[in-house]
């Protein structure tokens, strides 16, 4: 990641230092970031500065932390609302939640990790490490691996080669080698399961979502706990998570998820690459 960020010149630091202040889930001093940053003192201090200059980060002059600003905030509304499949999936997760009473995941790919963008808690809540907007490995959560089946061959394989693998328990997949097979056993059937591989006593069945062409634009599961149903009853609700993911599709058609654009639609504007 470090040499990705060098190659991105200033903005990759600023960037980098922004995902250390975010990562600590906490107003922090500077000492704290420093300590976990790789680059000079004068360095995270310049990019520090002109983080807050620019209302990407604030500054709290009494204690002497770093916060998100709230120009950051802003932007990520903005970038939640238009980009995230949770605005368009709200209405059918409502549905859904209703029908199956158990906790239910909406989940993107960001890189190789999984972005939980939505949550139904069940009837009866259930604490888990998974909440909306928390980041997540994929090659050992049922939705993750989901996901991470039904994309082709090429972008899979780059998927993969950016696993982490960790033992977090008896069932969890550590090497490469064992999720390949998982992932082809996945599309085979068609939907994925987390068998206590992230965490004990959390279970789950999971399916991709899926655009007109099979591209992957999502990820859907039901999560359960053993006291209340084992993987083959948590299985009866794939009929009803197949049909959510299907509507949800349907209506990210037309929202953010075209498959073509018009032509006549197809313009440069100055912010675009």
Sequence with gaps: ME?????DGTVGKALDVLDCVAAFDRPVRFSDILARSSFPKATVYRLLQTLTHQGMLAFDTDAQTYAPGLRLVRLAHTAWQ??????VAERTLDALSHEVTETLHLAQLDGGQVL?????NARVPVEMFAQAGKIGPAYCTGVGKA?????DVETRERLIAQQSFHRYRPNTLTDAKT???????IRQRGHAFDNEEHEAGIFCVAIPILSGSGRVIGGLSVTSTPDRHDLDS????????HAAAGQIAEDAQTWR????QPASEKRVTPCQD
């Design 82 to 87: 238009r980009t995230s499949l949770a605005p």
């Design 257 to 260: 998820f075209p498959e073509k």
């Design 147 to 151: 996901m991470l089946a039904f994309q």
């Design 179 to 185: 999720l390949h097979a998982e992932l082809e056993a």
């Design 3 to 7: 040499n990705a960020v060098h190659r």
């Design 234 to 241: 948590l299985s009866k609700h794939l009929p009803a998570l």
């Design 116 to 120: 939980y963008v939505d949550k139904r």
